[in-house]
């Protein structure tokens, strides 16, 4: 499990799907909160307009797979937040 920003993870789902073959998106969070989008720029939309989620929330991805033409990213939001830019040792 890697903890990073609801940010930076959309963003690693947006770098590593460019170019594949990929008809839906599905980002799960483990509070039963469900994102689907047909594109994954999308999901950052609908999480900006239709959810309660900051994106510079902290969270746990707890799994991320493709399988066929779906992805699906599921991500633990019951993290201890800290002060501070939670991505600074990513770049």
Not at 35 to 60: G, M, P, R
Request: hydrophobic share 45%; charged share 30%.
């Amino acid at each position: 499990m890697k903890k990073m920003t609801i940010r930076k993870m959309l963003e690693n789902i947006v770098a590593k799907t460019h170019g594949l073959d990929v008809k839906k998106f599905f980002l799960v969070s483990t509070d039963g909160e469900v994102a689907t989008a047909d594109f994954a720029i999308d999901l950052i939309w609908k999480l900006a307009e239709e959810s309660s989620l900051n994106l510079l929330w902290e969270v746990e991805v707890v799994s991320a797979k493709r399988v066929g033409d779906y992805v699906t990213v599921i991500f633990n939001p019951d993290v201890e937040q800290t002060n501070g830019d939670p991505d600074r040792n990513l770049w």
